[in-house]
Nanobody
Framework: QVPLVESGGGSVQSGGSLRLSCAVS????????KAWFRQAPGREREGVASIDNTGTTGYADSVKDRFIISQDNAKKTLYLQMNSLEPEDTAKYYCAANYLAPRGLLPGEYHYWGQGTQVTVSS
């Protein structure tokens, strides 16, 4: 079991910024692969960004150049810096982790999930 706890969500106006955090704890061996996903009402959960223990990152096209994923291994925390937010970014954001290499930024490839934090962007 790898408990994941997100924080940092909230409401912001279009063009604003938020930073999400995800505390990754309770593990014996640190999961090598972590990611952020989001799900808007009536839509499927979609991948936002990923990072592995080498620091290699990946982003969905819709957030590239606006969002930055990072991690602080000493603090056991995953981050998502979100800039230039748009109403289309409104969703519940989830962090996820996995020990095995995922075959893409796909929800089914990640085994451990947090409960999510809501992000609302108004125009």
């Amino acid at each position: 079991q790898v408990p994941l706890v997100e924080s940092g969500g909230g409401s912001v106006q279009s063009g604003g910024s938020l930073r999400l955090s995800c505390a990754v704890s309770g593990y014996t061996y640190r999961p090598s692969y972590k990611a952020w996903f989001r799900q808007a009402p009536g839509r499927e959960r979609e991948g936002v960004a990923s990072i592995d223990n080498t620091g290699t990152t990946g982003y969905a096209d819709s957030v590239k150049d606006r969002f930055i994923i990072s991690q602080d291994n000493a603090k056991k925390t995953l981050y998502l810096q979100m800039n230039s937010l748009e109403p289309e970014d409104t969703a519940k954001y989830y962090c996820a982790a996995n020990y095995l290499a995922p075959r893409g930024l796909l929800p089914g490839e990640y085994h451990y999930w947090g409960q999510g934090t809501q992000v609302t962007v108004s125009s």
